[in-house]
């Protein structure tokens, strides 16, 4: 039987799925004697929501456990308002059906952590319950070797430099992120390094996620002066970059996920 959270143990009891010395045990509060004998009888999970629907996924690796795609720019992660389908969650449901975590109770692709719509690059999902569970400890153990590709706006002075600041919500637009006071916010570490000169007045650099924050590296970068190439929240107005965007066509943040390493559970 597969590891079970504790949020999902509560819904167990609650629902009368757990039996003790007594009977049926359904107060997820009550303290229970010590040697005290449970069964869990976990039923079977029910079908997802979301349509799955016959996307292509550019897969990189896959067993029973899990799966590693990379994401194109473009491609949603979770259905929500305004994006009802065509995410990467109706992908996974049709191309792993059959094979998919149920350790909410519902049969779904466990996805443990997410990359803006137009970032491209890496993400890892869950099969199985015990993957579920072991990938989401390690991004909670800020375990996980994260690193992107970025090009940025300027000529970075310094070869290298780490970013150490809290994040949260913009006093003045919610809907972006900000370097906030301690207190305020999450922490949040990035390590960069420069690659290489780019083009004019660009650089190419790699970002080390220590942290895994919204918007950290659009945020990180842009509040040492050098904000990512077409990022539309946080990125330069000067009109040299909107030429250089304009030349390459490119319309999107000019961020990749380049790098994922993990500890297969």
Same mark, same amino acid.
């Given at each position: 039987m597969p590891a079970l959270s504790r949020e999902r143990l509560k819904v167990l009891i609650s629902s009368g799925a757990v039996t003790g010395p007594d009977g049926l045990a359904r107060d997820p509060s009550k303290k229970a004697p010590g040697g005290a004998l449970f069964?869990?009888?976990? !039923?079977? !999970?029910? !079908?997802?929501?979301?349509e799955a629907q016959d996307i292509a996924l550019d897969v990189v690796f896959?067993?029973?456990?899990? %799966?590693? %795609?990379?994401?194109p720019a473009g491609l949603v992660v979770h259905p929500a308002a305004g994006n009802l389908d065509g995410t990467l969650v109706n992908a996974l449901?049709?191309?792993?059906?059959?094979?998919?975590?149920?350790?909410?109770?519902?049969?779904r692709p466990g996805i443990v952590h997410r990359i803006d719509k137009d970032t491209s690059g890496l993400m890892v999902a869950a099969k199985s319950d015990r993957a579920h569970i072991g990938l989401a400890a390690q991004f909670k153990a800020h375990s996980i070797d994260r690193r992107y590709r970025a090009i940025v706006a300027g000529k970075v002075s310094t070869s290298a430099g780490t970013i150490c600041t809290f994040l949260g919500r913009s006093s003045t637009n919610r809907k972006k992120m900000a370097v906030v006071r301690e207190g305020s916010?999450?922490?949040? %570490?990035?390590h960069w390094c420069q690659l290489r000169e780019q083009l004019r007045e660009a650089t190419l650099v790699e970002c080390r996620l220590e942290t895994g924050r919204t918007h950290q590296v659009r945020v990180h970068m842009a509040s040492i002066g050098h904000p990512l190439l077409g990022d539309p929240v946080y990125g330069s107005t000067r009109p040299i970059h909107r030429a250089l965007l304009a030349t390459l066509n490119f319309r999107r943040q000019a961020l990749h996920a380049a790098h994922l390493g993990f500890i297969h559970p």
């Open positions: 069964s869990i009888a976990v !039923p079977d !999970p029910t !079908p997802a929501h979301n896959e067993d029973e456990h899990l %799966i590693v %795609i990379d994401k449901l049709h191309h792993c059906a059959g094979q998919l975590s149920g350790i909410g109770g519902v049969a916010g999450k922490h949040a %570490i990035t």
